[in-house]
Nanobody, 119 residues
Framework: QVQLVESGGGLVQPGGSLRLSCAAS????????MGWYRQAPGKQRELVAH???????MYADSVQGRFTISRDNAKNMVYLQMNSLKPEDTAVYYC?????????????WGQGTQVTVSS
């Protein structure tokens, strides 16, 4: 069993910052790519940021320069530092990772954490 658990969401004013964390646990052999997605009401889930097993990062154009993804391989954690937040960043944020166990290699998702940017 593998689980991803996000934390760090909340309510923040425009221009503020939040840091999301995601912890992977269970019978993990190796964690490959890790990423953050978000889904706003009435919209499709979209990729926000991704970090490969080797540390290569990529960002959606809408968050480039404001968000930073990082990972701690020793702790099986991935983070998303979000600065200069805008109301349009309001969404449920999901952690995603490609994880190998002794039996499988597959995508896993967290349960999501709400981020609300509002004055």
């Amino acid at each position: 069993q593998v689980q991803l658990v996000e934390s760090g969401g909340g309510l923040v004013q425009p221009g503020g910052s939040l840091r999301l964390s995601c912890a992977a646990s269970g019978s993990i052999s190796k964690i490959h790519g890790m990423g953050w997605y978000r889904q706003a009401p009435g919209k499709q889930r979209e990729l926000v940021a991704h970090i490969s097993g080797g540390g290569t990062t990529m960002y959606a154009d809408s968050v480039q320069g404001r968000f930073t993804i990082s990972r701690d391989n020793a702790k099986n954690m991935v983070y998303l530092q979000m600065n200069s937040l805008k109301p349009e960043d309001t969404a449920v944020y999901y952690c995603n990772s490609q994880i190998a166990t002794t039996m499988t290699l597959q995508d896993y998702w967290g349960q999501g954490t709400q981020v609300t940017v509002s004055s």
